[in-house]
């Protein structure tokens, strides 16, 4: 709790908001003046030194509320409109995807018809801002291809098959 005190006094938005505060508070210096004292005359010095801590007291209150608004709409905006996205990314080199559209996928051993097994593997986010500055965390997968010979009971990726045909 003291940390976060600590965080929120240091931090550089914080003191801007108070300040803007404090202006406005100086803006509205004579409707202050009269919501305390009920008096339009000159105030006295100690008259003055309430005004002052008064307006403090409002700033830091104001600001401190103002702040943790601003903060909060921050996050539920930014979470609510960076989407997570999943993408893919297919690498095949040339043999890869003429194997994969075109060859018969039997087993090099045995013949046996091999089935076709598609994982993804995860390589991490990665932020993406389109063309109309939509932003979009996109978590990115690569698909990869294997072939299964249920009768070897063995497993041969794309770049396997494709390295041994050539
Ligand atoms: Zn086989």
Request: net charge positive; proline share 2%; glycine share 6%.
């Amino acid at each position: 709790m003291k940390n976060l005190i600590k965080k929120i006094i240091n931090n550089k938005e914080y003191k801007e908001i108070l300040i803007f505060v404090f202006i406005l508070y100086i803006f509205r210096i004579n409707y202050i003046k009269r919501a305390l004292f009920q008096t339009k005359s000159r105030l006295t010095l100690s008259q003055y030194g309430l005004l002052f801590l008064t307006m403090l007291g409002a700033t830091v209150l104001m600001g401190t509320l103002l702040f943790i608004a601003i903060k909060a709409c921050n996050m539920f905006y930014t979470r609510k409109n960076v989407p997570e996205v999943k993408g893919k990314e297919w690498s095949f080199g040339f043999g890869e995807l003429k194997y994969f559209l075109v060859n018969k996928k039997n087993c090099k051993i045995c013949g046996t018809e091999m089935k076709k097994i598609t994982s993804e593997e995860p390589k991490g986010m990665k932020r993406d801002i389109s063309m109309d500055g939509y932003v979009s965390d996109v978590e990115m997968y690569e698909v990869k291809i294997s072939y299964y010979c249920p009768n070897c009971n063995k497993k041969y990726s794309l770049e396997e098959l494709t390295s041994k045909t050539e």
